[in-house]
Each structure stands twice: as structure tokens, then as C-alpha cells.
């Protein structure tokens, strides 16, 4: 009797929390499984929250030269030619008008915003409490952030969690634009409608691979209509409870190779 076939024919993950350990450095073991699983037939596509530029490097790093999806599905980009296939960028009125009405209730938000392109720079208006080590512009005037095409901004409130802030924001301005968290401290308005399912699909049709053929890993409630859309989706140990709520399966953490203990259990069913 043949061995079975590998069960699906496309992996899709998230970067931080999930393909990402701590350091930002993908294990040796988890770098085999993901090439085991292409040797089989599959193929590995990342998608993140993390516009291009913040990106790039990883994927260089990896040796990746396939197609991601980026900025929240915002963009899906050619790692090997470095070049974006599409691009979804963000109203600015919508977005200026639902920022208002935010802060209105909620008071002054700090402020961030990415911009569209290969090499759209990460803007930060003034208290806004940025990640260390990754490649930014800073503001003394927010009123630049409006200057040129958006993919998304990002809001913080000194006195609000992410999740009470996604919550509110949500009911004010939900009929305008989508709030997501994508991670501690990250909340982000994206144009009405554009999830990381709307990316991945996307990339998947010109990878000729369906939805029912999909397999897809990720931590935060940014990852659940990813996981809505695949075929199969696995949260790591240290996933936001929303997302360990919807998922198929949960396995070990980012720090102990969660991706690889799946791939490897596919692998040795085949």
C-alpha cells in the first residue's frame, strides 16, 4: 500500500507569536518540518499582520521566496522579485472621521500609521509606545500621518487595554471601518471588510489552492477569519483565548515549536 499524501496542500502562518519564537528567529526544527511539508507537496505561505517593511528582513532570513500576505491582507507581495502583487490601502477620511468619533468618547488616542508600498514608511505621532528594534519615523505632528496613502493606523489609549479599546471602538465606528488586535498592545483600523482571509484567499488562487486544502496557524484574534477560511486551524499554547476559542486544535507554544509538532504528526501519518 502507498503512503497517504500529505493532507493539505497549502500551510499558511503567522509570523509573531506563532512562526516567530521571542527572539524573532524561526527554530531549526520548525525551518525542517516547514520543508518537509513543501517536499510533500505543500506550500508554506506566511501571513502577518506586519506590513512589508517589517517583513522583508524575516523573509530574507528564511531564504523565503514565495508569496506572503502582509499588513493585515492589506498586501500580497513577491518575496523573491521583493515587489507587492496587490495592495489595499485605507480611506483617510473614513479612517480620520472614525478616529474622531473614537477619541470623542474615549478621549486623545496616541497614533500610528503605516504607509502604503514596498518601502512605506512606519510613522508614530507623539506617545504612542512602539516595539523596539523595529525600523520607524517619528512625529512631532500627527497631522504628517495623513500626507500620503495608508494601509492601516494603529491607536492606543493611555488608560484602555487592547481589548476594552477594540471592544468600544468596534461599536462606535464598526459600520466605518474594522478594529483589530493583532498583538499586546496593537490595535489597528484596516478599510471595512479586509481581514487576513482576504489576503490569503487572494494568494491562494494564484497558488491554485482552495480553502478545503488549507492548513493555517496563528496566535491572535487578528488570525480568526484566517482560521474561519482554512480548512484547519491550529492555535499555539500561547494564543489569545478568542482565537483558542474558534480553533480546530491547539498546540504547543511559539518558544516550543507548536508549528512542527503538527507537521511532524501530519508527516508521520503519511
Request: hydrophobic share 45%.
Amino acid at each position: 500500500m502507498s503512503p497517504a499524501p500529505f493532507p493539505y496542500k497549502l500551510v499558511a502562518t503567522d509570523l509573531d507569536g506563532t512562526l516567530l519564537r521571542d527572539d524573532d528567529t524561526v527554530s531549526e526544527r520548525t525551518r525542517e518540518a516547514l520543508a518537509a511539508a513543501t517536499a510533500a507537496g505543500a506550500a508554506h505561505i506566511v501571513v502577518t499582520g506586519r506590513a512589508v517593511p517589517w517583513t522583508r528582513h524575516v523573509l530574507d532570513d528564511l531564504g523565503y521566496r514565495g508569496i506572503a500576505v502582509c499588513g493585515q491582507g492589506a498586501q500580497v507581495y513577491d518575496a523573491g522579485a521583493h515587489r507587492l502583487l496587490t495592495s489595499v490601502t485605507l480611506d483617510r477620511q473614513l479612517a480620520g472621521l472614525a478616529l474622531s468619533k473614537i477619541e470623542a468618547e474615549v478621549g486623545p488616542l496616541a497614533l500610528a500609521a503605516s504607509r502604503d508600498g514596498v518601502d512605506g514608511e512606519v510613522l508614530f505621532g507623539p506617545g504612542y509606545q512602539v516595539q523596539e528594534g523595529l525600523p520607524a519615523l517619528y512625529l512631532e505632528d500627527t497631522a504628517q500621518v495623513w500626507t500620503a496613502p495608508l494601509n492601516k493606523l494603529y491607536i492606543q489609549h493611555p488608560g484602555m487595554g487592547e481589548d476594552e479599546l477594540v471592544k468600544v471602538a468596534r461599536q462606535l465606528v464598526g459600520n466605518l471601518v474594522d478594529i483589530v488586535m493583532a498583538g499586546p498592545g496593537i490595535v489597528e483600523i484596516l478599510p471595512l471588510g479586509l481581514s487576513k482571509a482576504t489576503g490569503l484567499s487572494l494568494a491562494a488562487r494564484r497558488l491554485k489552492v482552495k480553502a478545503a486544502e488549507t492548513i493555517a496557524f496563528g496566535d491572535m484574534p487578528n488570525d480568526i477569519p484566517m482560521f474561519g477560511w482554512a480548512a484547519h486551524g491550529v492555535a499555539m499554547a500561547n494564543a489569545h483565548a478568542e482565537l483558542k476559542a474558534v480553533a480546530d486544535e491547539v498546540t504547543t507554544s511559539n518558544q516550543e515549536d507548536g508549528i512542527a509538532v503538527v507537521l511532524e504528526r501530519l508527516l508521520g501519518a503519511m
